[in-house]
């Protein structure tokens, strides 16, 4: 088993935070060591962007939104690092965390349109005791936005009663999430959506597949946080939420 580690800097915006983002790469290793890691890959940037470097992938559509919005070329950076370390390392498999559900949509259509041999492994959110999920931007967090950044996930927990009470209009929803941003001044919110979790195309009604999606800022630092709504078997009144 092997691993990669690599801070992107193509991911990131002129005005974005490259240069101060968390790197840790002792404890990194000795985590992966733990997991019983036989290799660790982990380049310079100019080892992925050689001198004269001009060719990206775009992933149309699923790009362009929410994320893609906020960030420009954000998703242009990540299915360019990601396509590259695919075809440096070769994975059977490669394991995508769901806090970030719009990258792995991106990358589960590119695997799919450019016919790539490995199969995307979608691993659950891990979270604090608070129900913050865990994010190497947290440590930016101080002591005031630490405490108001489970906004994400109450706002998230608000949406999971209203769907397990009945509702399915999306928009009474993403409503519900905005009201309880409304409670927390620290807090500021870039978007609270109701997506296909295919092609993050907004929905109007739950009736399938889909993902419940929060951003927000609190001070510099921007958040993410998801939940995975499933509608099991051909039973609409019945409903399965990942948080």
């Given amino acids: 088993m092997y691993a990669s580690l690599f801070v992107n800097p193509k991911q990131f915006g002129p005005n974005e935070d490259f240069t101060k983002y968390p790197r840790a790469f002792e404890f990194d290793a000795a985590q992966f060591a733990e997991l019983g890691v036989d290799a660790l890959f982990a380049p310079s940037a100019d080892d992925i962007y050689p001198a004269g470097f001009s060719s990206y992938v775009n992933v149309d559509g699923i790009s362009d939104r929410l994320e893609g919005r906020s960030r420009p070329g954000h998703f242009r950076g990540v299915a360019t690092v990601v396509l590259k370390l695919f075809e440096i390392t070769q994975p059977d498999f490669a394991y995508f965390g769901r806090k970030d559900a719009q990258q792995i949509a991106v990358i589960q259509r590119m695997v799919r349109d450019l016919n790539l041999n490995v199969q995307i492994v979608v ?25 108001a950044a489970t906004v994400l996930n109450r706002a998230l927990q608000a949406a999971r009663a209203e769907l397990v009470a009945g509702t399915r209009d999306a928009l009474e929803i993403q409503n519900r999430m905005r009201t309880v941003f409304t409670s927390e001044p620290l807090a500021r919110l870039d978007y609270a959506e109701v997506v296909a979790a295919d092609d993050f195309e907004p929905v109007v009604r739950v009736s399938r597949t889909s993902c419940v999606l929060v951003a927000a800022l609190l001070g510099k630092t921007r958040l993410l946080d998801n939940m995975l709504v499933e509608i099991p078997g051909t039973n609409p009144a019945e409903v399965v939420c990942h948080i």
């Fill in 123 to 147: 691993c659950p959110i891990v979270r604090e005791a608070d129900g913050l999920a865990l994010s190497s931007r947290n440590a930016y967090l101080n002591r005031e936005e630490r405490r």
